[in-house]
Protein backbone atom coordinates (compact mmCIF):
# COMPACT_ATOMS: atom_id res chain seq x y z
CA UNK A 1 0.00 0.00 0.00
CA UNK A 2 2.04 3.04 -1.49
CA UNK A 3 1.81 6.40 0.92
CA UNK A 4 0.85 8.32 -2.01
CA UNK A 5 -2.63 7.48 -4.39
CA UNK A 6 -2.06 7.70 -7.73
CA UNK A 7 -5.40 5.70 -10.28
CA UNK A 8 -3.68 2.34 -11.58
CA UNK A 9 -4.11 2.95 -15.16
CA UNK A 10 -4.72 5.63 -17.85
CA UNK A 11 -5.22 5.96 -21.28
CA UNK A 12 -6.14 8.38 -24.01
CA UNK A 13 -4.91 8.32 -28.02
CA UNK A 14 -1.81 10.19 -30.22
CA UNK A 15 -3.05 14.40 -29.73
CA UNK A 16 -4.82 13.59 -26.84
CA UNK A 17 -4.30 15.30 -23.69
CA UNK A 18 -4.62 13.45 -20.41
CA UNK A 19 -4.02 13.85 -16.57
CA UNK A 20 -2.57 11.67 -13.74
CA UNK A 21 -3.76 12.22 -10.08
CA UNK A 22 -1.43 12.06 -7.05
CA UNK A 23 -3.27 12.22 -3.59
CA UNK A 24 -1.16 12.60 -0.26
CA UNK A 25 -1.58 14.10 2.81
CA UNK A 26 -0.52 17.15 4.78
CA UNK A 27 2.73 14.92 5.94
CA UNK A 28 3.98 14.95 2.41
CA UNK A 29 1.90 16.80 -0.10
CA UNK A 30 0.93 19.25 1.59
CA UNK A 31 4.16 20.33 3.07
CA UNK A 32 6.48 19.26 -0.02
CA UNK A 33 7.15 19.51 -2.96
CA UNK A 34 6.19 16.98 -5.51
CA UNK A 35 8.20 15.14 -8.49
CA UNK A 36 7.16 13.12 -11.39
CA UNK A 37 9.33 10.05 -12.46
CA UNK A 38 8.35 8.51 -16.19
CA UNK A 39 9.34 4.83 -16.49
CA UNK A 40 10.05 2.94 -19.88
CA UNK A 41 9.65 -0.61 -20.03
CA UNK A 42 12.37 -2.80 -19.07
CA UNK A 43 14.21 0.63 -18.01
CA UNK A 44 15.18 2.96 -14.54
CA UNK A 45 13.11 5.47 -13.48
CA UNK A 46 13.90 9.03 -15.38
CA UNK A 47 13.17 12.54 -13.88
CA UNK A 48 10.09 14.30 -15.37
CA UNK A 49 8.82 16.96 -13.19
CA UNK A 50 10.55 18.83 -10.05
CA UNK A 51 9.42 20.80 -7.84
CA UNK A 52 5.72 20.69 -8.40
CA UNK A 53 5.62 21.95 -11.95
CA UNK A 54 9.48 22.53 -13.37
CA UNK A 55 10.62 20.54 -16.10
CA UNK A 56 14.65 19.33 -16.75
CA UNK A 57 15.56 20.12 -19.62
CA UNK A 58 15.63 17.68 -22.54
CA UNK A 59 11.41 17.11 -21.00
CA UNK A 60 9.07 18.13 -23.74
CA UNK A 61 6.62 21.11 -22.76
CA UNK A 62 3.86 18.36 -23.45
CA UNK A 63 4.88 17.42 -19.98
CA UNK A 64 3.15 19.91 -17.01
CA UNK A 65 3.13 19.51 -13.28
CA UNK A 66 0.39 21.23 -10.90
CA UNK A 67 0.12 21.10 -7.28
CA UNK A 68 -2.72 22.40 -4.73
CA UNK A 69 -3.57 21.13 -0.97
CA UNK A 70 -2.18 17.36 -0.66
CA UNK A 71 -2.71 16.17 -4.19
CA UNK A 72 -0.89 16.79 -7.50
CA UNK A 73 -1.50 16.14 -11.08
CA UNK A 74 0.15 15.67 -14.00
CA UNK A 75 -0.80 16.60 -17.77
CA UNK A 76 0.68 15.12 -20.76
CA UNK A 77 -0.72 17.15 -23.80
CA UNK A 78 -0.30 15.93 -27.61
CA UNK A 79 -0.26 12.41 -26.29
CA UNK A 80 2.21 10.28 -27.95
CA UNK A 81 3.04 6.45 -28.54
CA UNK A 82 6.17 6.79 -26.76
CA UNK A 83 4.46 8.62 -23.67
CA UNK A 84 3.84 4.86 -23.08
CA UNK A 85 5.21 3.97 -19.83
CA UNK A 86 4.42 4.31 -15.65
CA UNK A 87 4.51 7.37 -14.37
CA UNK A 88 5.58 7.89 -10.19
CA UNK A 89 4.48 10.94 -8.25
CA UNK A 90 6.99 11.21 -5.04
CA UNK A 91 7.92 13.46 -2.28
CA UNK A 92 9.55 13.86 1.17
CA UNK A 93 6.99 12.85 3.77
CA UNK A 94 7.78 14.43 7.04
CA UNK A 95 6.49 11.87 9.71
CA UNK A 96 8.15 9.20 11.19
CA UNK A 97 11.01 11.58 11.01
CA UNK A 98 11.06 11.66 7.52
CA UNK A 99 11.28 9.77 4.49
CA UNK A 100 10.66 9.39 0.32
CA UNK A 101 7.20 8.02 -0.23
CA UNK A 102 6.23 7.03 -4.10
CA UNK A 103 2.52 6.93 -5.45
CA UNK A 104 2.07 3.32 -6.73
CA UNK A 105 2.53 4.18 -10.24
CA UNK A 106 0.21 4.90 -13.54
CA UNK A 107 0.64 2.96 -16.32
CA UNK A 108 -0.44 4.83 -19.37
CA UNK A 109 -1.52 3.17 -22.21
CA UNK A 110 -1.56 4.88 -25.94
CA UNK A 111 -4.60 3.39 -27.88
CA UNK B 1 27.67 13.41 -17.50
CA UNK B 2 27.11 11.28 -14.51
CA UNK B 3 26.50 7.96 -14.72
CA UNK B 4 25.62 5.35 -11.84
CA UNK B 5 25.82 1.61 -11.83
CA UNK B 6 24.78 -0.99 -9.38
CA UNK B 7 26.86 -4.51 -9.10
CA UNK B 8 26.67 -7.05 -6.89
CA UNK B 9 25.22 -10.74 -6.48
CA UNK B 10 21.94 -11.34 -8.05
CA UNK B 11 21.05 -14.25 -5.84
CA UNK B 12 20.89 -14.18 -2.19
CA UNK B 13 20.08 -16.97 0.18
CA UNK B 14 17.09 -16.04 3.09
CA UNK B 15 18.39 -14.56 6.24
CA UNK B 16 22.17 -13.57 4.44
CA UNK B 17 22.75 -10.20 3.68
CA UNK B 18 22.61 -8.43 0.34
CA UNK B 19 25.29 -6.64 -0.37
CA UNK B 20 25.08 -3.96 -3.44
CA UNK B 21 27.52 -1.23 -4.75
CA UNK B 22 27.31 2.20 -7.06
CA UNK B 23 29.59 3.36 -9.18
CA UNK B 24 29.84 6.49 -9.59
CA UNK B 25 31.14 8.25 -12.79
CA UNK B 26 31.41 11.75 -14.39
CA UNK B 27 30.94 13.15 -10.87
CA UNK B 28 32.91 13.11 -7.65
CA UNK B 29 31.27 11.93 -4.47
CA UNK B 30 33.23 13.56 -1.93
CA UNK B 31 32.81 17.06 -4.05
CA UNK B 32 29.31 17.15 -1.80
CA UNK B 33 25.92 18.79 -2.54
CA UNK B 34 24.32 15.65 -3.34
CA UNK B 35 22.46 12.95 -1.47
CA UNK B 36 23.55 9.14 -2.69
CA UNK B 37 20.31 6.93 -2.42
CA UNK B 38 19.16 3.38 -2.59
CA UNK B 39 15.53 2.52 -3.98
CA UNK B 40 13.95 -0.91 -4.49
CA UNK B 41 11.40 -1.83 -6.38
CA UNK B 42 9.51 -5.05 -6.15
CA UNK B 43 8.19 -7.27 -9.08
CA UNK B 44 5.37 -5.40 -11.21
CA UNK B 45 5.32 -3.06 -7.83
CA UNK B 46 6.34 0.87 -7.15
CA UNK B 47 9.04 2.14 -5.78
CA UNK B 48 10.42 2.12 -2.16
CA UNK B 49 13.40 4.34 -0.82
CA UNK B 50 15.69 2.88 1.55
CA UNK B 51 17.92 5.44 2.66
CA UNK B 52 20.95 7.84 1.46
CA UNK B 53 24.30 8.86 2.55
CA UNK B 54 25.96 11.85 1.83
CA UNK B 55 29.69 12.05 1.28
CA UNK B 56 30.96 12.50 4.83
CA UNK B 57 29.38 9.52 5.57
CA UNK B 58 25.70 10.68 7.81
CA UNK B 59 23.36 8.95 6.58
CA UNK B 60 19.50 8.42 6.61
CA UNK B 61 17.45 5.33 6.40
CA UNK B 62 13.71 4.65 5.76
CA UNK B 63 12.14 3.80 8.95
CA UNK B 64 10.50 0.65 7.53
CA UNK B 65 13.99 -0.61 6.92
CA UNK B 66 16.25 1.15 9.46
CA UNK B 67 17.53 -2.36 11.69
CA UNK B 68 18.33 -4.01 8.28
CA UNK B 69 19.77 -1.39 6.35
CA UNK B 70 23.67 -0.04 6.56
CA UNK B 71 24.20 2.18 3.88
CA UNK B 72 28.51 3.29 3.48
CA UNK B 73 30.66 5.47 1.07
CA UNK B 74 34.00 5.25 -0.10
CA UNK B 75 35.30 8.40 -1.80
CA UNK B 76 38.56 6.70 -2.89
CA UNK B 77 37.18 4.53 -5.05
CA UNK B 78 33.57 7.29 -5.73
CA UNK B 79 31.50 4.37 -4.44
CA UNK B 80 28.73 3.56 -1.79
CA UNK B 81 26.99 0.96 -0.65
CA UNK B 82 24.31 -1.03 0.62
CA UNK B 83 23.89 -3.88 3.11
CA UNK B 84 20.38 -5.48 4.51
CA UNK B 85 20.62 -8.29 6.24
CA UNK B 86 18.32 -10.61 7.32
CA UNK B 87 16.85 -11.18 3.71
CA UNK B 88 13.75 -13.15 3.21
CA UNK B 89 11.93 -13.68 -0.33
CA UNK B 90 10.02 -10.40 0.36
CA UNK B 91 13.56 -8.36 -0.61
CA UNK B 92 13.47 -9.59 -3.73
CA UNK B 93 12.99 -6.35 -5.75
CA UNK B 94 14.81 -4.49 -8.15
CA UNK B 95 18.09 -2.14 -6.53
CA UNK B 96 18.55 1.22 -7.93
CA UNK B 97 20.74 3.97 -6.68
CA UNK B 98 20.44 7.13 -7.21
CA UNK B 99 21.36 10.83 -7.11
CA UNK B 100 19.33 13.78 -5.20
CA UNK B 101 19.88 16.96 -5.59
CA UNK B 102 18.42 19.74 -3.86
CA UNK B 103 16.83 22.97 -5.09
CA UNK B 104 18.06 25.48 -3.33
CA UNK B 105 15.03 25.98 -1.09
CA UNK B 106 12.24 24.14 -2.80
CA UNK B 107 12.39 20.67 -2.81
CA UNK B 108 14.91 18.16 -3.78
CA UNK B 109 14.60 14.74 -6.66
CA UNK B 110 16.63 11.95 -7.96
CA UNK B 111 17.93 13.40 -11.36
CA UNK B 112 20.32 10.79 -11.82
CA UNK B 113 19.52 6.84 -11.40
CA UNK B 114 21.52 3.43 -12.27
CA UNK B 115 20.42 1.17 -14.52
CA UNK B 116 19.07 -1.06 -11.45
CA UNK B 117 19.95 -5.02 -10.48
CA UNK B 118 17.92 -7.53 -9.80
CA UNK B 119 18.50 -9.70 -6.30
CA UNK B 120 16.40 -12.78 -5.66
CA UNK B 121 16.25 -14.11 -2.51
CA UNK B 122 15.93 -17.66 -2.90
CA UNK B 123 17.66 -21.02 -1.24
Known amino acids: QSVLTQPPSASGTPGQRVTISCSGSSSNIGSNTVNWYQQLPGTAPKLLIY???QRPSGVPDRFSGSKSGTSASLAISGLQSEDEADYYCAAWDDSLNGQWVFGGGTKLTVL | QVQLQESGPGLVKPSQTLSLTCTVS??????????WSWIRQHPGKGLEWIGY???????YYNPSLKSRVTISVDTSKNQFSLKLSSVTAADTAVYYC???????????????WGQGTLVTVSS
Open chain 2, 98 to 112: AREQDTDGSGSYFGY
Open chain 2, 53 to 59: IYYSGST
Open chain 2, 26 to 35: GGSISSGGYY
Open chain 1, 51 to 53: SNN
